[in-house]
């Protein structure tokens, strides 16, 4: 099975601040990754698939890159209700598989 | 407006069997995959199975399940009835979890763009 691994696991941040996180796949995916925001109690919710495109209702300031094996979330500048955590998931090939998740709070 | 609503979930012993259902509107079930993930408490989402909008998918052409779950978990649908389903038999401690049922896209790629509100099931003597 394909691993994804995320990194941060976690990570501090201020309202404004731009904020990276990053995606690798232990094989080559193509474009094959969608990015996913989850609050507490809640379900998982679709931001970003094929990489880099944006879903629809999902503000501008969510973007995504890459392709291959190293993929990036980027957030332009936080806002209050982007305190949450965020999944990669790879569609490449089944099984498919998440990475582990990076929590993002509040410093 | 598509929704995705679950039922089904509960308490039961190892060994014993439970029956997930997610029953969608507001788009054309019968045209699209669906899929089921979990989530541990306290830990990541977990792709479960998957299905094609074809009910009488086989395993590996139309119906896949994760390793962990292949021989105890069978998911199915009912296109006329707009459901979705999940058996779940020898249940283990380990398959205690919230339970989703998502909507997947398949053009251009695979992505999960609706979900339902989770249930949970746990599984404990």
């Known amino acids: 099975a394909i691993q994804m691994t995320q990194s941060p696991s976690s990570l501090s941040a201020s309202v404004g601040d731009r904020v990276t996180i990053t995606c690798r796949a232990s094989q080559a995916i193509r474009n094959d990754l969608s990015w996913y925001q989850q609050k507490p109690g809640k379900a998982p919710k679709l931001l970003i698939y094929a990489a880099s495109t944006l879903q629809g209702g999902v503000p501008s300031r969510f973007s995504g890159s890459g392709s291959g094996t190293d993929f990036t979330l980027t957030i332009s500048s936080l806002q209050p209700e982007d305190f949450a955590t965020y999944y990669c998931l790879q569609d490449n090939k089944y099984p498919f598989t998440f990475g582990p998740g990076t929590k993002v709070d509040i410093k | 407006e598509v929704q995705l609503v679950q039922s089904g979930g509960g308490l039961v012993q190892p060994g014993g069997s439970l029956r997930l259902s997610c029953e969608v509107s507001?788009?054309?079930?019968?045209?699209?995959?669906m899929t089921w993930v979990r989530q541990a408490p306290g830990k990541g989402l977990e792709w479960v199975a998957t299905m094609s909008p074809d009910e009488n998918g086989i395993e590996g052409n139309g119906r896949d399940h994760a390793d962990s779950v292949r021989g105890r978990f069978l998911i199915a649908r009912d296109n006329a009835k707009n459901s979705l389903f999940l058996q779940l038999n020898n249940l283990r401690a380990e398959d205690t979890a919230v339970y989703y049922c998502?909507?997947?896209?398949?053009?251009?790629?695979?992505?999960?763009?609706?979900w339902g509100q989770g249930t949970m099931v746990t599984v404990s003597s």
């Open positions: 507001g788009f054309t079930f019968s045209r699209f995959w």
């Open positions: 998502a909507r997947q896209n398949v053009v251009p790629n695979d992505f999960f763009d609706f």
